[in-house]
């Protein structure tokens, strides 16, 4: 571990828990309150009976052979969530999709048409395109001058005649790649048999969903980053709010993780509600009736005057929703969500390993891709998109200040793999722990995962990833 990331843990504190509550509280049937919800989208899925065994399998986290038997079995058969229309604007608009060892191109064609092919020169191999995002009218391989152009085919061998018929008599248009796009949002597959996207995605998590205005966005932060972990100690992480009260002492205030709602759905997709503005219970009574910092921001986000705040914090989220309800004239129509999506944090994972939050105002997606070749190392993706015109950026997003006029594309950044401080204060604490949990599951000492009702998604994840990876 680097100096950087030991000092990253020497500055969490560590709080406390004021109040043990019943078991009955967080029980994997707990819905949230039906006040919040007008249009019936808390409606809770069938609660799962997933068994609480200990999950003894601690190799799929390191052994070489389980990563390649992924790559083949899982990640080469679903489909995966790449980017947005708006990322390749026009015709002849591209972007380079790097998944595990695979390397892809996205190409726009007319209207709303995509095409994707293998990023891999038909003559000896070369990569054919390094740029992350780009235009073009064809791609030139560096090595030996080929060409192809943007639906794949091959246009011009370099000094053709030197080559003999046998030699060149195959079909060298670049292997096509299925692509398919669910309200602005590109997925692509390596497999041809794999069934329709929407199938994929499933009636319940598109139901969901049907508020957010996806077709709309614009994507405003790009970054990777390699961490020293494999792909799922990394993302497990990520879909239980079980570690926010050690992890993430300063969220105590803000988010209550501890009534979380989590609906299961279908082919390993979930959701996870998270309420914002309101303590976890074991904490509320440590707060002060003042307001947090957190819950400032909040109120300002949502246009209410310094003066017109609430004086207690329990009256924080309601005073969010009727501000937003009010605002008319606004670019987001506020009207057509529930009013707890006003308001909480819905975590939309796809799966394998697409994490949207999702607000009305943007959406903030990470995924842990496989490293290219280390089954103990992962890359890190973090972006943001945002609803053009919202004016001031919600600080959920992490970004100071963006370019939302829809001109340019923004490039992607490539973060240094040591850099903890890169994705902000909660993920830098997250970025510093899963490391250690990477080396504390080679040890002879440890024998497996167990999990709490909290941490229900990662058996919902296990119990999808065996119906790919076979044991
Ligand atoms: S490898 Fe691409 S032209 Fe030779
Ligand atoms: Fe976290």
Redesign the pocket.
Known sequence: MTENADEGLRNIRYAEPHETLDYEAFRQDYVLPDWKDTRKLYRKQPVRDLGGGRLEHKHVYYSREVWEQEWEQLWSKVWLHVGHLNDIPRANSFMKVDRGPESVLIVRGEGDEVRGMYNV??????R?VMQDFGSTKKFV??????EFGTSGELLKI?DRESFREDAICHNLDLPPVRTAVWRGWIFMTLDDGAPPLEEFLGADLIERASAYDFEKVLRIRDVQQEWPANWKTAHEAFVEGYHVQATHPQLYSAVNAYHAQTDLFDNGHALSIYQFMSPSPQYASRLSNELAEEHKIFLREAGIKEADFPKHWSEVPEAIIKAKKARKDYVIDYEKFSEGQLIDDWGMGVFPTTEMFLHPEGFFIQQWLPHPTDPEKCIYQVQVYAVPGIGELPSFMAVEDADLSGEKVLPRTYADPDDVDVSGPVVKQDRVLVPRVQSGIHSKGYKGGIYGDQEIRIRHFFDEYYRYVSK
């Open positions: 020169c038909q003559h000896r191999g070369a054919l391989c560096p090595f030996h001058r080929w370099q």
